[in-house]
């Protein structure tokens, strides 16, 4: 069965950084591309970063210049690095693989970052 | 950059009947639009990409339709487990529209 599972979320304050972690499993994790998405309580979805199978990397504006996408192929995981967190950053992250076209076919279940002073 | 405009932002159908969510794409996507389906606390599930094509299980009631930049996900003899909010998404750019809100009473 087809998996990712994200980790790392937790409160933190304005300027602060954190690392979130979603581990796949059940398929070939370096044939695709994984993406996160972030939802603000009670708002829609947010697209994030996505990163390719080979490490080609794409940013949404808000987060371009503070936040990072790498992957570990040999781990079966993505990462977010998130730097110089701000308030409006709230969310859930959503982890996601991605069809070669950019589909998010399979979802994780997401991990709540809150940044509160 | 692409916006994508969803309506209605709510829509309140009866058990058994017949919805049917809108997507406009500000400029020409071709087909490569995906639906999500997403219910309350849980993950999006992908339910059509290629803007007609059925993702894995889903039910053939669930039927997406357009090209370029008007897009339609119809939903037929709706049960109360669709009660759900509804995101149509440009894949290629990653530009998810704002949602709609589907009530089953």
């Known amino acids: 069965e087809v998996q990712v599972l994200e980790s790392g979320g937790g409160l933190v304050q304005p300027g602060e950084s954190l690392r979130l972690s979603c581990a796949a499993s059940?398929?070939?994790?370096?044939?695709?591309?994984m993406s996160w998405v972030r939802q603000a309580p009670g708002k829609g979805l947010d697209w994030v970063s996505a990163?390719?199978?080979?490490?080609?990397?794409y940013y949404a504006e808000s987060v371009k210049g503070r936040f990072t996408t790498s992957r570990d192929n040999s781990r079966n995981t993505v990462y977010l690095q998130m730097d110089s967190l701000r308030v409006d950053d709230t969310a859930i992250y959503y982890c996601?693989?991605?069809?070669?076209?950019?589909?998010?076919?399979?979802w994780g279940q997401g991990t709540l970052v809150t940044v509160s002073s | 950059e692409i916006v994508m405009t969803q309506s209605p932002v709510t829509l309140s159908v009866s058990p058994g009947g017949r919805a049917t969510l809108s997507c406009r794409a500000s400029?020409?996507?071709?087909?490569?639009l995906a639906w999500y389906q997403q219910k309350p606390g849980q993950a999006p599930r992908l339910l059509i990409y290629?803007?007609?094509t059925r993702a894995t299980g889903i039910p053939a009631r669930f039927v997406g339709s357009g090209s370029g930049t008007e897009f339609t996900l119809s939903i037929s003899s709706l049960q109360s487990e669709d009660s759900a909010v509804y995101f149509c998404?440009?894949?290629?750019?990653?530009?998810f529209g704002q949602g709609t809100r589907l009530e089953i009473k």
């Open positions: 059940g398929f070939t994790f370096s044939n695709y591309p």
């Open positions: 400029q020409s996507i071709s087909t490569n």
């Open positions: 996601a693989k991605e069809t070669p076209d950019g589909v998010a076919a399979v």
């Open positions: 998404q440009q894949f290629k750019g990653w530009h």
């Open positions: 290629g803007a007609s």
């Open positions: 990163i390719t199978g080979s490490g080609v990397r």
